[in-house]
């Protein structure tokens, strides 16, 4: 499996009519990425190099980097953060990594790292105007060659727009030994795709919303290999940790062509945000972003073999928001109230401003949901072999807080997914009730 090479760097006029252009140069993940790594800078004349890591990251991988940089005379001046566990892309650590480059002037900043040092690097580089690096340590998240960084200010998760890495650079070898948690979220948040897919061609099938078929195989492919290699992925199979790694900058990819997340983000993350939130309330504890998603997953199966079993489709109520919503969403929101508002009058907007395809049967939906539907049993397979199943208690999401996920993760955001398509029909509740009474008897 590879790169798109052929989508990076240049306009490309697309059959969705638009024109994407993807400002990443180059990716490599090969096991000679130093050498590239360093022709990489020279070429583009860059001799001051501030490179951020954590202290994990730093020993995985950052200080081979550092070394290989010197000799090849690139001077480096190196940022590690101290913190061994929890580290966060908040106000701390963006204010860290802003007075290093104020003390040091950079031509370009490295990161080597993960999810978090990723998004630390991309707000804070953005704002100063300097390119960035990715150095990937572990195949753990998405977000490598997306724009979007997750931030977290006053402990609320927010989603800033960005800018793409100029460069993607990850070892096959350093991407295997990362640790297993590392492995396991990424094969989470890849494996969601197949819901965040779901969700996509549901919306274009029921409203047309548009569907750009370049960004739709970008995300796709890889997911046949990481279905049918989970196995490798749990024995750290050098070839798998790879592909896992490919498939996941491939769906930032996807996202950079599309300019938002839809192709690899829907009510599966959705969950996960809510569990975010929960773990902000002090109602559990924090969980990896891409474990969630997989557990979320594994629930959305039920979900989308539920509407699969429907005998026909209602043409859908569709109610602005009320005021009741909002006295609900300012007391159980707080700070955050204003913004999930302000997503549900836009989801109405938006179901107010397309045409819901009245004449479409349930059959038609079933055939324009392929090959997905026809995948989820193999997804839940690919999920238990890494050891992520239907007990949400896993992740401290007891049966309550289950229901309370189906019936209300759609608030956070405005895009449309299985959970609106059931409110529309008035069948949200029985489909939760449905996806809680199964997670027991998996
Ligand atoms: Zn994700
Ligand atoms: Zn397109």
């Given at each position: 499996?590879?790169?798109?090479?052929?989508?990076l760097g240049?306009?490309?006029?697309?059959?969705?009519?638009?024109?994407?252009?993807?400002p990443i140069e180059q990716t490599?993940?090969?096991?000679?990425?130093?050498?590239?790594?360093?022709?990489f800078i020279?070429?583009h004349?860059w001799?001051?190099?501030?490179?951020?890591?954590?202290?994990?990251?730093?020993?995985?991988?950052?200080?081979?980097?550092?070394?290989?940089?010197?000799?090849?005379?690139?001077?480096?001046?190196?940022?590690?953060?101290?913190?061994?566990?929890?580290?966060?892309?908040?106000?701390?650590?963006?204010?860290?990594?802003?007075?290093?480059?104020?003390?040091?002037?950079?031509?370009v900043v490295?990161?080597?790292?993960?999810?978090?040092?990723?998004?630390?690097?991309?707000?804070?580089t953005?704002?100063?105007?300097l390119p960035y690096i990715s150095?990937?340590?572990?195949?753990?998240?998405?977000?490598?060659?997306?724009?979007?960084?997750?931030?977290?200010?006053?402990?609320?998760?927010?989603?800033?727009?960005?800018h793409s890495p100029i460069a993607i650079?990850?070892?096959?070898?350093?991407?295997?030994?990362?640790?297993?948690?590392?492995?396991?979220?990424?094969?989470?948040?890849?494996?969601?795709?197949?819901?965040?897919?779901?969700?996509?061609?549901?919306?274009?099938?029921?409203?047309?919303?548009?569907?750009?078929?370049?960004?739709?195989?970008?995300?796709?492919?890889?997911?046949?290999?990481?279905?049918?290699?989970?196995?490798?992925?749990?024995?750290?199979?050098?070839?798998?940790?790879?592909?896992?790694?490919?498939?996941?900058?491939?769906?930032?990819?996807?996202?950079?062509?599309?300019?938002?997340?839809?192709?690899?983000?829907?009510?599966?993350?959705?969950?996960?945000?809510?569990?975010?939130?929960?773990?902000?309330?002090?109602?559990?504890?924090?969980?990896?972003?891409?474990?969630?998603?997989?557990?979320?997953?594994?629930?959305?199966?039920?979900?989308?073999?539920?509407?699969?079993?429907?005998?026909?489709?209602?043409?859908?109520?569709?109610?602005?928001?009320?005021?009741?919503?909002?006295?609900?969403?300012?007391?159980?929101?707080?700070?955050?109230?204003?913004?999930?508002?302000?997503?549900?009058?836009?989801?109405?907007?938006?179901?107010?401003?397309?045409?819901?395809?009245?004449?479409?049967?349930?059959?038609?939906?079933?055939?324009?949901?392929?090959?997905?539907?026809?995948?989820?049993?193999?997804?839940?397979?690919?999920?238990?072999?890494?050891?992520?199943?239907?007990?949400?208690?896993?992740?401290?999401?007891?049966?309550?807080?289950?229901?309370?996920?189906?019936?209300?993760?759609?608030?956070?955001?405005?895009?449309?997914?299985?959970?609106?398509?059931?409110?529309?029909?008035?069948?949200?509740?029985?489909?939760?009730?449905?996806?809680?009474?199964?997670?027991?008897?998996?």
């Amino acid at each position: 499996m590879e790169v798109p090479q052929h989508l990076l760097g240049r306009d490309v006029a697309c059959s969705c009519q638009k024109v994407h252009r993807v400002p990443i140069e180059q990716t490599v993940v090969d096991v000679d990425m130093m050498s590239s790594l360093s022709q990489f800078i020279s070429n583009h004349g860059w001799t001051r190099i501030l490179m951020v890591a954590d202290v994990n990251t730093y020993r995985a991988f950052g200080e081979r980097v550092e070394e290989a940089l010197a000799s090849s005379s690139i001077s480096v001046h190196t940022y590690v953060f101290a913190k061994e566990h929890g580290l966060l892309a908040d106000e701390v650590a963006v204010a860290a990594v802003t007075s290093e480059i104020a003390n040091n002037p950079s031509d370009v900043v490295l990161a080597v790292g993960s999810g978090v040092i990723n998004d630390i690097v991309r707000y804070v580089t953005f704002r100063k105007g300097l390119p960035y690096i990715s150095v990937a340590t572990a195949p753990s998240m998405d977000g490598y060659a997306s724009t979007m960084a997750a931030m977290q200010f006053d402990g609320i998760k927010v989603t800033s727009t960005t800018h793409s890495p100029i460069a993607i650079f990850a070892h096959p070898k350093v991407l295997s030994e990362a640790p297993w948690e590392l492995l396991q979220s990424g094969f989470g948040d890849l494996i969601g795709k197949v819901i965040s897919l779901l969700d996509w061609k549901l919306a274009h099938a029921l409203y047309s919303e548009t569907l750009c078929q370049t960004a739709y195989d970008v995300v796709s492919e890889p997911l046949n290999f990481v279905i049918s290699h989970a196995g490798d992925i749990l024995s750290r199979d050098q070839t798998a940790a790879k592909n896992l790694f490919i498939g996941l900058v491939n769906s930032g990819i996807s996202m950079a062509l599309m300019g938002n997340s839809r192709p690899a983000s829907g009510c599966e993350h959705h969950c996960s945000h809510y569990w975010d939130l929960a773990a902000y309330q002090g109602r559990r504890a924090h969980y990896s972003h891409g474990i969630q998603v997989g557990y979320a997953t594994y629930s959305m199966i039920e979900f989308y073999k539920y509407i699969e079993s429907l005998p026909r489709i209602n043409v859908p109520k569709v109610e602005p928001v009320s005021e009741e919503f909002e006295r609900y969403a300012n007391q159980f929101y707080g700070s955050g109230a204003k913004e999930v508002i302000a997503a549900q009058v836009e989801k109405y907007e938006w179901l107010q401003r397309m045409t819901f395809r009245s004449e479409l049967r349930i059959a038609d939906l079933v055939t324009a949901l392929q090959p997905e539907l026809n995948r989820l049993d193999a997804v839940r397979e690919a999920l238990l072999t890494v050891g992520i199943t239907g007990d949400l208690y896993q992740i401290e999401v007891d049966d309550a807080l289950r229901m309370e996920t189906f019936l209300h993760a759609r608030e956070l955001r405005s895009r449309y997914t299985a959970f609106d398509f059931l409110v529309g029909q008035g069948l949200l509740q029985s489909a939760a009730s449905r996806a809680v009474m199964t997670g027991h008897s998996s």
